[in-house]
């Protein structure tokens, strides 16, 4: 039986009770949420007040023109997709990826028996592992098989589609497959072939590709390649999830977007519009002026650069680790110290330095591996001093 727990209950269970044995001028440091907390862009709050008139009228599911338009631009640009017209069929707003996520995988099973003919009542869901929580929620809710698929140092830490390929089984049964990249925790990006490869996939054995890709903006140099760019303008069998909360550090403001099969969305709509939560006009208002500025998100990304450079400085050679190409985590490789929770333990009672175990974020397999075991996943949220502090206190607490 596997602990259900989230990561972060566990982790509260864990250090319940503990105290730092810190000197009293050393405050606990947190980088366990990914709650970004660098500024939101200052047009924001006007934005919303300017459109405040509009918090009367209960907001059409579809959101409105202006933000579909919004998006549609910045995909375009974004993906170089050659003026794709995405706005009236392909693209719905969402309030926050996550609540998408989750209502789409209900979606998906309806689609397979509707539109792909299958008998869902033995349905998988792919998911990779590590993975975000929501993920395992959605299968969980239909009743439907999460199926893991392990992400290694080998497999630049992104599931291996080479073997799933020879599952035909599993690929005849699975309805939707959660793919995330930049992923959470480790930051791997697929490139276009690896798109292509699962896009045939899910072509070939009818499932839904749930490209999570709200970490696409936050990268070191090189862009991340989207799902849609391997799409080459068909879009069928693919949905991408993205969201303003980590581009744009609004994850209060519940705004993202599901881009992809207009057939799909279009029958999605229709549950949508019974139980999924809609966006309101002023905050869609707020996110269409959002998605068409890049300054703050260069800025964003120079922040992100500027903490993940002061890791290599303050880690260095002696607790060797990848810069992840994208996302905001560390993924720190700490099995020469002991195992991940006696780490995290002792970071926080020696240092206050409060962290998530790898392994309370990924599943232990059949062969009992745990992709997750001898790291720690660092959120480098803080500013860059207590980034700094915090690598500082973690390095005296390893290795003195
Ligand atoms: C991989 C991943 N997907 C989706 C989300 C959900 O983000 P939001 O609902 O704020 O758009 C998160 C948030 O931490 C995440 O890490």
Redesign the pocket.
């Known amino acids: 039986m596997q602990d259900e727990r989230s990561p972060f209950q566990k982790l509260a269970d864990l250090l319940s009770g503990l105290e730092p044995e810190t000197a009293a001028d050393q405050q606990p440091i947190d980088l366990t949420l990914?709650e970004p907390r660098h500024a939101f862009p200052d047009f924001v709050p006007d934005i919303i007040a300017q459109h405040a008139e509009k918090f009367r009228r209960y907001p059409p599911m579809r959101g409105s023109d202006e933000f579909r338009h919004s998006v549609e631009d910045w995909l375009n640009m974004r993906y170089a997709l050659g003026d794709l017209p995405l706005a009236e069929k392909n693209i719905l707003p969402l309030n926050?990826?996550?609540?998408g996520?989750f209502h789409a995988v209900i979606g998906a099973r309806d689609w397979a028996r509707q539109q792909f003919g299958k008998n869902t009542s033995n349905a998988a869901v792919l998911l990779p592992n590590p993975f975000?929580h929501?993920y395992i929620g959605a299968a969980r809710a239909i009743d439907a098989e999460p199926v893991f698929l392990n992400g290694s140092a080998e497999s630049g830490f992104l599931p291996d589609l080479e073997d799933l390929a020879t599952q035909t089984e599993l690929l005849d049964r699975t309805i939707a497959f959660y793919y995330?990249s930049p992923s959470?925790p480790q930051g791997s990006v697929a490139d276009i072939a690896t798109w292509k490869k699962l896009i045939a996939l899910a072509r070939k054995h009818d499932f839904l590709v749930f490209a999570?890709e709200?970490?696409s903006e936050l990268y070191r140099d090189t862009p991340p390649p989207g799902i849609l760019q391997a799409c080459e303008g068909n879009l069928s069998h693919v949905v991408t999830f993205h969201?303003l909360?980590k581009r744009s550090n609004l994850?209060g403001l519940r705004c993202?977007f599901a881009a992809g099969d207009g057939a799909f969305l279009t029958h999605w709509t229709k549950y949508r519009n019974l139980v999924a939560p809609q966006v309101s006009m002023p905050l869609l208002a707020a996110g269409a002026a959002a998605f068409r500025d890049e300054a703050h998100v260069i800025e964003n990304r120079r922040l992100y650069n500027e903490k993940f450079d002061a890791a290599n400085r303050i880690l260095g050679k002696k607790l060797p680790h990848e810069t992840p190409p994208a996302g905001f985590f560390l993924w720190l490789d700490v099995s020469a110290f002991g195992d991940d929770v006696s780490v995290t333990k002792k970071l926080w009672q020696e240092v206050g330095l409060r962290v998530l175990p790898g392994s309370y974020l990924a599943r232990t397999d059949k062969s009992g591996v745990n992709p997750g075991d001898g790291f720690l996943r660092i959120a480098m949220v803080a500013d860059l001093a207590e980034t700094q502090e915090a690598l500082t206190r973690l390095r005296h607490c390893l290795i003195g």
């Open positions: 990914g926050g990826t996550r609540e996520l975000y929501t995330a959470n999570d709200c970490y969201s909360s994850a993202g």
